[in-house]
């Protein structure tokens, strides 16, 4: 168990340029969460996935940022048109039901993400 | 809306002060309640969790924290930190199923140990 990785670690981009991140999570785990960290609050949900299902997506997650899950193994989400308020640490974290039917989160290092 | 509010956003201790952080959630539904703990440079690492069962549960490095259902709270404490106990706290509660129970997280508090 290698645990959740995620690449790049750092970005940096030009306001308008589009950014790629990509998640790998925990090898057995079918589903895989997006979060957003700002300066001063706690990480916030974006999408999640169950295997290559995206099946919820918040608000947050304006027309410009989209993620996929191809075959339900690592993930990728894009920003297209960058702007800066997109700067963030952007988390990404994987699970599988708990015996109680929970979900205990493994997160991944982060990508963090100044637009300049 | 489901919220969670943690009432100390820094904190500092001298060493072998004993720890109280505060978390109350707004939900009248079953409950999963974590704290998580994100020491300077390093990702997020489960301290503790709560699904069910006993109030009072114990987490990695002396931690443990308390359910009270009534108060709505779920607040973490070590009887005497170390220096090392130096990180952000989160508390996190599970969303619904809707979101395939992601969570809602605090805006963490800053503890700081001094020598």
């Known amino acids: 168990d290698t645990g959740v990785s995620q690449n790049p670690r750092h970005k940096i981009t030009k306001r308008g340029q589009n950014v790629t991140f990509r998640c790998d999570p925990i090898s057995e785990h079918n589903r895989l969460y997006w979060y957003r960290q700002t300066l001063g609050q706690g990480p916030e949900f974006l999408t999640y996935?169950?295997?290559?299902?995206?099946?919820?997506k918040s608000r947050l997650l304006s027309d410009r940022f989209s993620a996929e899950r191809p075959k339900g193994s690592f993930s990728t989400l894009e920003i297209q048109r960058t702007e800066q308020g997109d700067s963030a640490m952007y988390l990404c974290a994987s699970s599988s039901p708990s015996g109680r039917g929970s979900y205990e989160q493994y997160f991944g290092p982060g990508t963090r993400l100044t637009v300049t | 809306a489901q919220s969670v509010s943690q009432h100390n956003h820094h904190v500092i201790l001298s060493e072998a002060a004993s720890l109280e952080l505060g978390c109350n959630y707004s939900y009248g539904g079953t409950v999963n309640l974590f704290w998580y703990v994100q020491y300077p440079g390093q990702h997020l690492q489960l301290l503790l969790k709560y699904f069910s069962g006993d109030p009072l549960v114990k987490g990695i490095k002396g931690f443990e924290a308390e359910f009270i259902k009534s108060k709505f709270s779920f607040n973490l404490r070590k009887p005497s930190v170390q220096w090392s106990d130096t990180a952000e706290y989160f508390c996190?509660?599970?969303?619904?199923?809707?979101?395939?129970?992601?969570?809602?997280f605090g805006k963490g508090t800053s503890l700081l140990v001094t020598p």
């Open positions: 996935f169950q295997n290559e299902a995206q099946l919820e």
């Open positions: 996190a509660v599970n969303r619904d199923s809707n979101s395939g129970y992601a969570l809602n």
